[in-house]
C-alpha cells in the first residue's frame, strides 16, 4: 500500500461546463497508476464517499468523487444537499453522466496517469453507475454496490431519470462487478436474478456476488447496516477486479 497520498479538494468542468466540486485522492507515486472515480450514495458527498476516494488511493488507484448534489446547494452539508436534490426528484440521468464523465477524463489527464479508469458507485450510486456503463465508452471498469433501481417498473420512471438502466444493458461497454446483500430488498434477489439474466443474454463480461447475512448498505462502517466480515470480503473482490481489469497494484 502507500503511505503517501494527497487529498483535496479540486474544482472541474462538469456536464455542459458547470463548474463543481470534487474530493481528489492520489497516490504520490511515480509509476503511472489507474484512476477511480467514486459515484457517492443518495446520502450525498459525505465523510463516507470521501473516505472510500481515501481508501483507493493507499492502495495505488487515484480516485475522484464528484459532489453530483454541487449545483442545488454549493456549500451546504451533505444532508441538506441530499434533501435539496431528493426534493427536486433526484439526480436528473444526463447530468450525471455528463459530470462522470468528467470525471473520468479528469482522473485519465493527472501527470501520473495510465489511462485505464474505473468507477464504483453505492446505492443510488449503484444505479448511476450502471447507467453511465451503458451511456459512455469512457470507462475501463465498472462496479456497482447495491444499486438500487437499476431494475425499475415505469411507474418508477421521471422525467430527471427516465429510463431503468436494466434496459441499456447491451450498451454496457466495460467489465461489469455487481455486490449485493442476500437480505437486500432493492434491489432485491429477484432484481439481481434479472440483472444476471440480462447481462447474460447480451454476453457481457461480468461478476455478480451477492453476500449472506448482508442487506442494504453493509459496506458503510458508520451504519447499523455495515456488515464487517462481509465488507472484507467485497473490498478484497473489488480490488482484485481493479488489478484484472485496470491494472492496479496487487499488494
Keep these: 500500500m502507500y503511505d503517501t497520498v494527497l487529498e483535496e479538494t479540486v ?6 461546463g458547470d463548474w463543481i466540486e470534487g474530493y481528489l485522492a492520489r497516490p504520490l507515486a511515480p509509476a503511472p ?11 450525498g458527498y459525505d465523510f463516507d464517499a470521501k473516505q472510500i476516494t481515501r481508501f483507493f488511493a493507499v492502495h495505488g488507484i487515484s480516485a475522484l468523487c464528484p ?11 451533505p444532508d441538506d444537499a441530499a434533501a435539496t436534490v431528493r426534493a427536486e426528484g433526484g439526480e436528473p440521468d444526463d447530468r450525471c453522466v455528463g459530470d462522470v464523465v468528467a470525471a473520468a477524463r479528469y482522473l485519465r489527464h493527472l501527470p ?5 479508469i474505473g468507477m464504483i458507485g453505492f446505492c443510488s450510486g449503484g ?4 447507467l453511465v456503463g451503458c451511456r459512455s465508452q469512457e470507462l475501463d471498469a465498472v462496479i456497482s454496490c447495491y444499486g438500487g433501481r437499476i431494475v425499475a417498473a415505469p411507474n418508477e420512471l421521471s422525467e430527471r431519470q427516465p429510463v431503468a438502466p436494466l ?14 446483500g442476500a437480505e437486500d430488498a432493492n434491489p432485491s434477489p429477484e432484481h439481481r436474478a434479472l440483472i444476471d439474466e440480462e447481462l447474460k443474454r447480451h454476453g457481457k463480461v461480468y461478476e455478480l456476488e451477492s453476500f449472506d447475512g448482508a442487506g442494504h448498505g453493509f459496506l458503510q462502517h458508520d451504519r447499523p447496516s455495515y456488515r464487517p466480515e462481509q465488507a ?9 477486479f481493479s488489478v484484472r481489469h485496470l491494472g492496479a497494484p496487487a499488494f
Excluded: C
Excluded at 459532489?67 to 452539508?77: D, F, I, Q
Excluded at 444505479?127 to 450502471?130: D, F, G, L, P
Excluded at 472484507?232 to 482484485?240: C, G, S, T, Y
Design 33 to 43: 497508476v489507474p484512476g477511480m472515480v467514486v459515484i457517492h450514495h443518495m446520502p
Design 11 to 16: 474544482g472541474l468542468a462538469g456536464d455542459g
Design 67 to 77: 459532489n453530483l448534489y454541487y449545483r442545488e446547494a454549493p456549500g451546504a452539508s
Design 127 to 130: 444505479r448511476q453507475a450502471y
Design 112 to 116: 501520473n496517469a495510465s489511462g485505464k
Design 232 to 240: 472484507v470480503r467485497a473490498w478484497q473482490l473489488i480490488l482484485d
Design 167 to 180: 434496459a441499456l444493458t447491451s450498451e454496457l461497454s466495460a467489465p461489469l462487478l455487481g455486490i449485493f
